[in-house]
């Protein structure tokens, strides 16, 4: 272990001078906007404002999938966010989302009566996408249920897995064996969750494709399949073969190849479509 195996909190915190880390130029202990800049808005009702991380790519893959079901009203605009850069931080997204987290929607379509509808929080656009358009989750009251229990299942475990063991093994300032075994645990412990119930169904939900695996797919699909923070080997992903059959058949999906193009400005060239505003544009 490091010389922090001797930090004693302090009785009342302060910032550090230096929080390091991959992020720690955006880093601050209060919301609010850090400059003013108003948000592009294009030709689309549903304007989306967005990075291609695990979250953002929730909706991109929800959105094409409702194109390719031929709901032609979920044309949209996906403007890119360089949270890395503090774009976040603007006030025009500070008004779309006072959390300053991407992804963030807004809806100035008809039906959202007299004012556009701002929605954030991944989670959140997704159940409001597939309530608008009537796709993607059951009608049925226990399979809608049923969904909705695992949609909110990766909304409370997504942190575990990014902000807890993502940053400790892909983005703290050095390795701490203690933070990083305590994520590596839970992690796994998630994964013979999905493991077990994928053992005893095509999709995460049921035999239904749902808004549940849109919103697990791009961090535990991710995860199985060696491309989240690169850990495939240290967590032996390759014991949960049920979660794997389920993530190469959802990556597989054509709206899902589509979807995780969007807002990317990594990996390879090809992949990369930093801003959507016509189908055309992931041709």
Request: proline share 7%; glycine share 10%; no cysteine.
């Amino acid at each position: 272990m490091t010389e922090q195996s001797n930090y004693v909190p302090a009785k009342v915190w302060t910032p550090p001078a230096s929080p390091g880390g991959m992020f720690a130029n955006i880093n601050r202990p209060v919301a609010g906007p850090t400059h003013e800049a108003e948000l592009p808005v294009g030709k689309h009702p549903l304007q989306l404002y967005s990075l291609a991380t695990p979250n953002g790519v929730k909706v991109t893959i929800m959105l094409e999938e409702l194109l390719a079901a031929g709901h032609t009203g979920a044309e949209y605009d996906a403007w890119l966010v360089r949270i890395n850069e503090g774009a976040q931080f603007s006030s025009g997204f500070v008004e779309v989302n006072p959390n300053s987290k991407i992804p963030a929607l807004l809806d100035r379509s008809a039906g959202s009566e007299t004012a556009p509808v701002r929605v954030f929080e991944s989670g959140s656009i997704l159940l409001y996408l597939a309530e608008k358009f009537g796709a993607f989750l059951p009608a049925g009251i226990p399979a809608r249920t049923e969904t909705l229990n695992w949609l909110f299942w990766q909304m409370g475990s997504g942190p575990l897995l990014g902000g807890g063991f993502g940053h400790f093994y892909a983005y703290a300032p050095e390795k701490l064996e203690y933070p990083i075994d305590r994520y590596a645990m839970e992690v796994k412990r998630q994964l013979d969750v999905l493991e077990r119930q994928l053992s005893e169904h095509r999709y995460i939900a049921g035999d239904e494709y749902t808004i549940a695996d849109m919103a697990i797919w791009p961090w535990y699909g991710g995860m199985v399949q060696g491309e989240l923070y690169e850990a495939g080997e240290f967590l032996s992903v390759h014991e949960y073969k049920h979660v794997r059959r389920w993530a190469d058949e959802i990556g597989a999906r054509p709206a899902v190849i589509r979807g995780r193009k969007v807002n990317r400005v990594r990996g390879k060239p090809e992949e990369q479509v930093p801003e959507r505003h016509d189908a055309s544009d992931l041709d």
